[in-house]
């Protein structure tokens, strides 16, 4: 695929187009994955996480079942959250590596972007899920006329702010192909899932290292 049918390829309608189907089957999450490489099996596979993320979350505030219950949740989702942000870093990847090296941007004087393209395809997905949900509270026929137009309008708000963020997608890599604009990967990690750098995980590992116990290590 050539760099420009690359960057027409993963235009912020398609992506959209992409989520909301996604959403739309029952399967989703269950069903084996549609792209097996590529920057859409990235794309993909942060879907994924975040929709997975998004049901755990539901889960995780439970009120009626045990605490071990709600415990194994959330591990769930630092895994899912972990996983979402590796994708989002191969999406970017998958952009990067047609475009220039970033120290040619420098040196041209382009602007450095503060939001990756893969960063606004997450908050993307994010929102389809909302407007779902969303979507889902203005059909509800147990709730009162009120109820469903506050709905409505926080739906139509939703829907605005995809519309909007979408057009900064396309603008950003619009400008990226012109040689105007850039972004860095970070190499962005979570602290807590770290055993280095979470002082609870690091108390742990201090206490298993004085009773003898080494797993943690390897």
Known sequence: MSTISFFEDIQALNVMAFHDAALARDDFTSSPRQFSEGVWAWIEANHFN?????AEEDLARRTTVSGDEIAQ???HIDGFNQARNDATERVDE???VRMKPVSEFQNSGARLNSETAGAMIDRMSIMSLKIKAMRAQTLRTDVDAAHIEKCTEKLNTLLEQRTDLGACLNGLLAEMQAGHAYYKIYRQFKMYNDKTLNPE???EQARWFEE???DWLS
């Not at 975040?50 to 998004?54: G, V």
């Open 50 to 54: 975040n929709t997975s993320l998004w």
């Open 73 to 75: 949740n959330k591990r």
């Open 94 to 96: 998958e952009i990067l």
């Open 201 to 203: 995980l690091v108390k």
């Open 212 to 214: 003898g116990e080494f």
